[in-house]
Each structure stands twice: as structure tokens, then as C-alpha cells.
């Protein structure tokens, strides 16, 4: 588990730098086994060292460290009881708080939402680090990579911590595309037939022919 704290740090320390998060707001965890790496209550994810990073079990009772857990370590726990994600990054970064406090769902205006499964969600807003939280942010996420928490921020899921983060980047910038799209105009949005292509697409790219 000592890599996976460190993994913690390196990406808590990403997070502050990108501007994705900010104060000891945001939260980060990976898991091996029935175990559960998470980023401390309270602590500004800048300055984490893995020793500082408590380790919970899935049923939620902690393992190690001598700082409590993440309070939102609930909600992680409840996406990784129902999906095969191995880390989960939460966020209160600004566009996606922006389109979560305005919108029920972020609808896909670039063909990239695919990587997060296509619209993604704004689920109900609830008190943060509570069961009913973590069941609503459950249900968004089912079958997608994200979800946005009504007036709170975003979630996503991943393989690895890496692709956790990649995926909170990629949320903030469909966000940002689509907040500052309305400044100018109306953002279309892809129909499914458009969306369906692209998957097409991507599962039989045309090869180059090689000039003999
Ligand atoms: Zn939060």
C-alpha cells in the first residue's frame, strides 16, 4: 500500500498545481484488495506525505494512519462497492461546479465525453460526506466514468490514480468548452447517431497505406 499512498501525494500535489482544487477541498483514493488508500480530512493535498494518507477497508473501518479519512470517503467506498474502478478522483473544480450548479446533466458537445461515457450526469445534491450523497452519486455514475455532484464539484473513476485524474481533466475541460461555448453562442450537441459513428470509428481505424 506504500506506493499507492505515495501515488496519493503525487497526484493530490497535481491537483493543487492545475488549479483543480483548492484550500483542503478535494479528495483522492486507491484501492488493492479489500483495501482503501485515501487522502486525509482536512489536509491540503499539496502538502500530503504518504504516512499522512489513512488506509480503510471496503466495509469502511480504518486500517491505519493516525488521521481520520476523507469525510467523502463514504461516497468512494459506495462507487467502488458497485463498479471495477481501483481509484476515484473528487474534485470541486470550477467548471464542473459551475455546470453542476446550473445544469442537470452535461450533454456532450465534444465527441471526447465518450471516454466518460457520453452525458454525464449531476447527481442530486445531498450533504456532503453523507449515505445519501453516496447513494446519488452511485446512481450517476452507473455505466459512465464521471459524475457531477449538484453544487459541490465532480467525480470520476479510473484503473489506476492516473487514469482517475486523466479523467477529472478531461471532465473539467468538456465543462469549461461548453461553459464558455454558451458565452458566444449555442453549443450544438452530438446526436447519437454522431456519437455511434465515432465509436465506429475508433474500433476499425483505417490503416495508411505504405508507399512501396
Ligand atoms: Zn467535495
Redesign the pocket.
Known amino acids: 500500500m506504500s506506493s499507492l499512498r505515495e501515488q496519493l501525494c503525487e497526484y493530490g500535489r497535481r491537483a493543487v498545481e492545475l488549479g483543480l482544487v483548492i484550500g483542503t477541498?478535494?479528495?483522492l483514493s486507491v484501492r488493492e484488495g479489500n483495501l482503501v488508500a485515501v487522502t486525509p480530512s482536512g489536509a491540503a493535498l499539496d502538502r500530503l506525505t504518504p504516512e499522512m494518507c489513512p488506509i480503510v477497508d471496503v466495509e469502511g473501518y480504518l486500517v491505519e494512519g493516525d488521521l481520520q479519512p476523507s469525510s467523502?470517503t463514504p461516497m468512494h467506498l459506495a462507487v467502488y462497492e458497485t463498479t471495477d474502478a481501483r481509484a476515484i478522483v473528487?474534485?470541486?473544480s470550477v467548471f464542473g461546479t459551475i455546470v453542476a450548479t446550473t445544469m442537470t446533466e452535461l450533454p456532450p458537445v465534444h465527441y471526447n465525453a465518450l471516454l466518460l461515457g457520453g452525458v454525464v450526469k449531476v447527481a442530486e445534491y445531498a450533504t456532503?460526506g453523507t449515505p445519501e450523497l453516496a447513494a446519488n452519486v452511485r446512481a450517476a455514475m452507473e455505466g459512465k466514468k464521471a459524475a457531477l455532484?449538484a453544487n459541490?464539484?465532480g467525480v470520476t473513476v479510473g484503473a489506476t490514480l492516473e487514469e482517475a485524474f486523466e479523467a477529472t481533466r478531461l471532465l473539467e475541460w468538456l465543462c469549461e468548452v461548453y461553459v464558455r461555448g454558451l458565452s458566444v453562442g449555442k453549443p450544438a450537441i452530438l446526436t447519437d447517431e454522431q456519437l455511434n459513428a465515432v465509436v465506429e470509428r475508433a474500433l476499425n481505424p483505417p490503416a495508411f497505406p505504405r508507399r512501396l
Open positions: 477541498s478535494g479528495n467523502e473528487h474534485t470541486h456532503y455532484m459541490h464539484g
